[in-house]
Nanobody, 122 residues
């Protein structure tokens, strides 16, 4: 089994920065790609970013490209999402998820965290 726990969500002002963490336990972290997803009120869950097992491949949604950076520290079994230049539209519950595949399709992800709230005020 794989367990993921997000942390770092907070209330921040537009233009600010925030770093989300995703702590992974249970199985071999190295074998899993990690994705970040978000769901805002009244909207569907959307893919934000993903990183493969080695960290050599990354994906970003167009809406966050250039502002967000995904990374992972396999020794610490933790993935991160550095969010800069935050916008009110970034307000959402952010989830991390793990999969043995390389995909941004949420259906490909087998394990999910509980989510952490990010609120960006104008």
């Amino acid at each position: 089994q794989v367990q993921l726990v997000e942390s770092g969500g907070a209330l921040v002002q537009a233009g600010g920065s925030l770093r989300l963490s995703c702590a992974v336990s249970g199985r071999t972290f190295l074998n899993y790609a990690v994705g970040w997803f978000r769901q805002a009120p009244g909207k569907q869950r959307e893919s934000v970013a993903a990183i493969n097992w080695s960290g050599g491949l990354t994906f970003y949604a167009d809406s966050v490209k250039g502002r967000f950076t995904i990374s992972r520290d396999n020794a610490k079994k933790t993935a991160y999402l550095q969010m800069n230049s935050l916008l009110p539209d970034d307000t959402a519950v952010y989830f991390c998820a793990a999969t043995t595949k390389w995909s941004m399709n949420s259906q490909a992800y087998d394990y999910w965290g509980q989510g952490t709230q990010v609120t960006v005020s104008s």
